[in-house]
């Protein structure tokens, strides 16, 4: 019966050709494992396409709604599996693809007759990269929107015609609505059409011209595709898969608040696969940066285009090509070294940006002690503040706090006022906890952070974050011992008499004292 209903299929679709244009296609013997690769590529590519797909059912590209339409995907099991698969996957597609890249020139398979298999390649590469590029703007958090302010500030560096596709980048005077839809529209229907046709044209051109076999020759005749190099190629596949659904699982990095154009004040930090051209410009300051942004990789991928042609004579074994061996090995640890460079080379602001500042940590005693959560809460009037989309600045929360009447006339009482810090660190703490949940500190961290962010993060730094009035405390405890900042913070005129520090014996308890004295000492 089912041999009957298959030929039915093929007398009408051609299905056994199908099967034989999949699965039948003649391997040059000692094919192995190092040729898995592809299809690894072509699996992620059909995730990223796949979960992709699934997300644009709920993003929104506005600026008014993108931010808290990523937060709502996330905020659903589903959704933050699905959104961490194609996060993951942008890391696992550029790796997956960089590595068959080496393979391609390790092998020597893009000497003739598949010089434009090598090209149709690296324009899928291209489109990778252009793929994470256009991806990185579409939740609109901060991160996003000040990477593609340099993003396009590096277009504007291109000879002749930076201003124009900087402005076609943009879409306007200035990074906004248009932007964002400009990018939405790249990532999920321009980017995506090129990208198949290119596959498409790499696949028929590698099927007709055949892949290249081992660098030394094997005895023997061809092999099938099915089933010993399929086995090969499920069984990478699926590790590879099941090592992304591992990542994507455990969950994906906290976003930064929204998208506020006027916070300047933001270190932007690319994906790690930009990392490296991200460190190169900072070789390259002022007039020379054209050089790290433009010429420099314009350069390295002319190279890589004109490889068939620069490398023609015959051999394939990677011993005897040298000199493209060695140019290939510098590259890479080039590559590898700039990206550790940039990855080591962290802001403090940005380091303190992955994790709760002491000011964030006292803003939750305060927004405890203002009552916050008579109206922010499941059944309140108003979201519960882990939800809220906070963009608004400290004046602005100073003022609502102080004054219900901003926002919702005659429905509650004043809570307690706040000071001006107070308000800042209550905005950092509500920045905080909408991208993460509050870990939970011992109670001595939570007793110090509330003095730090009352008294002292007005003058002092920790992390970055702080005031410049006093000396920076991030490693005080390298110094002085709790007992000496005890009695410093008591009484600072006795330990330096030209201090302009005042004296908080008075104004904080025993236990406030011990605890932020043991915090100090505990930052070596």
């Not at 002085?480 to 008591?490: M, S």
């Amino acid at each position: 019966m089912i041999g009957r209903l298959i030929d039915w299929l093929h007398d009408r679709t051609g299905i056994r050709t199908i099967r034989e244009v999949l699965f039948d296609e003649p391997l040059p013997p000692g094919t192995g494992w190092f040729f898995t690769l592809g299809s690894v590529l072509l699996a992620l590519i059909g995730i990223q396409v796949l979960t992709g797909a699934f997300l644009t059912l709920y993003y929104a590209p506005t600026p008014d709604h993108a931010y808290d339409s990523v937060r709502f995907i996330s905020s659903t099991t589903a959704g933050r599996l699905v959104r961490g698969l194609h996060h993951f996957g942008a890391s696992f597609i550029v790796v997956a693809a960089a590595l068959h890249m080496l393979r391609v020139i390790g092998f020597g398979s893009y000497k003739p007759p598949r010089e434009l298999t090598w090209l149709s390649g690296l324009g899928a590469l291209g489109l990778i990269l252009a793929f994470a590029l256009t991806g990185y703007l579409l939740p609109w958090d901060q991160r996003a929107y000040w990477a593609t302010v340099v993003t396009i500030n590096i277009s504007k560096l291109a000879p002749v015609a930076g201003d124009v596709v900087a402005g076609i980048m943009r879409g306007g005077s200035a990074i906004g609505a248009l932007t964002l839809t400009r990018w939405y529209a790249a990532h999920v229907i321009f980017l995506p059409a090129i990208l198949i046709a290119i596959v498409a044209a790499h696949l028929v051109l590698m099927r007709r011209q055949g892949i290249s076999g081992p660098v030394r020759t094997h005895k023997g005749p061809s092999t099938a595709f099915f089933p010993a190099q399929t086995a090969r190629d499920v069984t990478v596949v699926s590790i590879v898969v099941i090592a992304l659904f591992v990542l994507a699982w455990r969950g994906m990095p906290a976003m930064e608040g929204p998208a506020d154009p006027t916070d300047a004040t933001f270190i932007p930090r690319p994906e790690w696969y930009f990392l490296g051209l991200f460190q190169l410009l900072k070789y390259f300051p002022g007039k020379l940066e054209v050089v790290g942004a433009i010429i420099i990789p314009t350069v390295l991928g002319a190279l890589l285009a004109l490889l068939p042609w620069l490398d023609r004579g015959p051999e394939r074994d990677p011993r005897r090509r040298r000199v493209v061996t060695v140019g290939v090995l510098v590259g890479v640890v080039a590559v590898v070294a700039l990206t550790t460079l940039g990855w080591r080379d962290k802001p403090a602001s940005a380091a303190a940006a992955d994790t709760w500042s002491m000011r964030a940590i006292g803003g939750r005693q305060f927004a405890a002690n203002a009552k916050c959560a008579r109206c922010h809460s499941e059944s309140g009037m108003a979201d519960p503040l882990e939800q809220v989309s906070m963009s608004r600045g400290p004046e602005w929360l100073a003022g609502h706090v102080a004054d219900p009447e901003m926002i919702a006339p005659g429905l509650r009482e004043p809570p307690a006022a706040v000071t001006e810090r107070e308000a800042a660190a209550l905005v950092a703490y509500v920045r905080q906890v909408t991208r993460e949940p509050y870990p939970g500190y011992p109670q001595p961290i939570e007793t110090a952070a509330g003095v730090w962010a009352r008294y002292c993060v007005g003058c002092h730094v920790i992390d970055g974050d702080g005031g410049s009035d006093g000396p920076e405390l991030s490693h005080i405890g390298s110094k002085h011992d709790t007992a000496a900042l005890r009695e410093w913070i008591v009484d600072p005129e006795a330990a330096k008499p030209d201090t302009d520090m005042p004296a908080f014996g008075k104004r904080l308890t025993a236990a406030q004292l011990d605890a932020i004295a043991q915090y100090l000492a505990n930052r070596k």
